[in-house]
C-alpha cells in the first residue's frame, strides 16, 4: 500500500534541534506521527501537538510503517537499528526505513542488508540545512538506497525538504553528506578569519558582510551564520560535537580510499580545540572563537 496520511503510521526517533521541526512537518502533512527520544521530558511539546509517545525504538517500530531516525552518533543509529530489540527486529515486513542521521556509509550498507534479509527497505537520507532548513521544511535530502524505495517515501522527504536526490545505492547518500561536511568544515574557517580580520581592522562586521556575501566570497555558511557570530550567538543550529563526529567518520573514508584531506584535517584539529575548551555543545559557527 502507498504511503500517505490514510495509510501510514509513521514513527520519528530522535526529536532534537532539527528532529522536532522535521516531525511537525509530518504531523501538518496529515500523518499520525509516533515518537520516541532519550528524554521524554524535551518531547513535551510533540506530545500536546498529539504525537504518540513509545518507550522503545523496537516498540515505535512495531506499529508504524514507516519510520525515520536521526539521532547523534552511528553508535546510536547501529543500537537502535541491529540491537536484539532494535527496528529491524521489530519492524514488519514491507516497512521503509529512513536514517537521516549523518552516519558511516558502511554501517548504512549494513543496515540495508540486515533490513532486506528481514524484507524491510531501508534508505540511509542524510539532511544538510541545520535548524534553519529544519524549521522552514527546506532540507536538503541527500539519499542511498533502493530506486523503488525511494519513489515510495517521496510523500515524507517532500515534507521535510526541498532538494531531494538519490545518489546512488546503499551507502550513497552518507558518502555524499561527508562531501558536504568537507566542503563546510574549510568553508567555516575561512568565515570565521575573514571576520576576526575585519574585526582587528577596525571595520563595522555587519556593513563588511553586506559587501561580500554577495559576491564571490558567498555562501550559505556566511550569509546564515555569520550574522550570528556578529551578534555573539553561538548556540547550535548544528553542535560543534556532532560536526566533529562528521569529519572523523569522513577522514576515516578517505584513508581507507587512500586520499590526503589537509584543509579537513586542520578543520577538525580546531573544532577539537573548541570541544577541550568547553563548547561542545555550541554552533558550528563558534569556530570564530578559537580567535577571539
Known amino acids: 500500500m502507498a504511503i500517505s496520511p490514510a495509510a501510514t503510521k509513521v514513527g520519528f526517533v530522535g526529536t532534537g534541534v532539527m528532529g522536532s521541526s522535521m516531525a511537525k512537518h509530518l504531523l501538518n ?16 511539546e510533540l506530545l500536546e501537538l498529539g504525537m504518540v509517545w513509545h518507550d522503545s525504538p523496537g516498540e515505535l517500530a512495531s506499529v508504524c510503517g514507516a519510520i525515520i531516525t536521526i539521532v547523534g552518533y552511528p553508535s546510536d543509529v547501529e543500537d537502535i537499528y541491529l540491537s536484539e530489540r532494535g527496528i529491524i527486529g521489530s519492524a514488519k515486513p514491507g516497512t521503509y526505513l529512513i536514517d537521516m542521521t549523518t552516519s558511516s556509509p558502511a554501517l548504512a550498507v549494513r543496515i540495508h542488508e540486515a533490513a532486506a534479509a528481514a524484507g524491510q527497505h531501508s534508505l540511509d537520507a542524510p539532511v544538510s540545512g541545520g535548524d534553519i532548513g529544519a524549521r522552514n521544511a527546506a532540507l536538503s535530502i541527500m539519499v542511498g538506497g533502493d530506486e523503488a524505495a525511494f519513489t515510495e517515501v517521496q510523500p515524507l522527504l517532500s515534507l521535510m525538504g526541498k532538494n531531494i536526490v538519490l545518489q ?26 575573514a571576520l576576526v580580520y575585519a574585526k582587528h ?53 578517505a584513508a581507507e580510499m587512500g586520499i590526503e584531506l589537509p584543509g579537513l584535517s586542520l578543520a577538525k584539529e580546531l573544532y577539537g580545540r573548541l570541544a577541550d575548551a568547553g563548547l561542545a555543545d555550541k554552533g558550528t559557527h563558534a569556530l570564530y572563537l578559537a580567535w577571539d
Open 29 to 44: 502533512g496529515g500523518y499520525e506521527v509516533h515518537i520516541y527520544t532519550r528524554t521524554k521530558e524535551k518531547a513535551a
Open 168 to 193: 546512488g545505492g546503499p551507502g550513497a547518500g552518507q558518502h555524499t553528506k561527508m562531501v558536504n561536511q568537507i566542503a563546510i568544515a574549510s568553508n567555516m574557517i575561512g568565515v570565521c578569519e
Open 201 to 253: 581592522a577596525g571595520l563595522n562586521l555587519e556593513s563588511v558582510l553586506r559587501s561580500i556575501e554577495s559576491g564571490a566570497a558567498g555562501s550559505w555558511s556566511l550569509s546564515n551564520l555569520a550574522p550570528r557570530v556578529i551578534a555573539g550567538n553561538f548556540e547550535p543550529g548544528f553542535f560543534v560535537k556532532h560536526f566533529i563526529k562528521d569529519m572523523g567518520i569522513a577522514l576515516d573514508a
